[in-house]
């Protein structure tokens, strides 16, 4: 398909996903339940650390951490005592269980606390063209504090060769404005331009079919191959095409 009929294609593909419908169903419903800044932050890197399996299933446990957290993630990861903590016991998501949250709220009480929150970090840590290397010093500040090794393979390293997915669809929603409502666009300091496709097994497949991607496996080279031709498409908001991926391969079939 020639590049002009593609880029046609595609665009129509994302006016026909990119809209408020595609909210409910998603995980990114769950930091739609909020308005302080703070909130939205915890609650969508929290949802988007469980997005893998069912979307049905991973929206359901979204919304049901936040409730554990008495629909204040802001106020709980802040002031929390041993006591609330023993309460998000029996919480499980696939391989994501009870201590890792627990590990979560205390790694985000102290990057608010002593980093000056999640906002600060990707942008301190943000190069010209990427938002990659701040995932890679994000992961290395989110362990600063006693871990478990286990909970390590929950935050991805993209210098590690992961397409970090999870963390790159977190940032969609935090740095994307739509102009429509979907994303969140709550942080102004950062490019759209630097945003990088969540890359998965779905967004892979369709992008191969239409000739976006060649790599085989997806990994690290992957992901800056389709950013690549993704940024050819619109330089300035190339992850809007994350929606058409996404609607062709679940939706469509394609």
Not at 99 to 111: S, V
Not at 152 to 173: E, Q, T, Y
Request: hydrophobic residues 35%; proline residues 4%.
């Amino acid at each position: 398909m020639p590049e002009n009929e593609l880029k046609d294609f595609l665009d129509s593909k994302v006016i026909q996903y990119n809209t408020l419908d595609f909210i409910e169903p998603d995980p990114i419903s769950v930091p739609h339940r909020y308005s302080l800044k703070e909130d939205i932050e915890i609650s969508g890197f929290l949802a988007s650390t469980i997005a893998w399996g069912n979307r049905k299933m991973i929206t359901k446990n979204g919304h049901r951490m936040m409730d554990l957290l008495g629909n204040s993630p802001y106020d709980f990861v802040m002031s929390y005592n041993e006591n609330q903590l023993e309460k998000l016991e029996g919480f499980v998501h696939r391989t994501f269980n009870a201590e890792d949250l627990i590990y979560f709220i205390k790694a985000l009480n102290h990057i608010y606390s002593n980093k000056g929150g999640l906002e600060t970090i990707f942008t301190k840590y943000q190069t010209e063209d990427s938002l990659q290397q701040a995932i890679h010093e994000f992961n290395k500040i989110f362990f600063e504090i006693p871990h478990q090794s286990r909970t390590r393979k929950h935050v991805a390293d993209p210098l590690k060769g992961s397409v970090a997915k999870r963390i790159n669809m977190c940032l969609r929603w935090f740095v994307r404005n739509d102009n429509i409502g979907v994303d969140l666009g709550i942080w102004k300091n950062i490019s759209m331009s630097k945003l990088s496709c969540p890359l998965d097994v779905h967004s892979g497949n369709v992008a191969r079919k239409l000739g976006l991607l060649e790599r085989k496996q997806n990994d690290g080279k992957a992901l800056l191959e389709l950013d690549t031709n993704l940024r050819q498409l619109d330089s300035n908001d190339p992850v809007k095409y994350d929606f058409a991926l996404f609607g062709l391969g679940i939706f469509e079939g394609f």
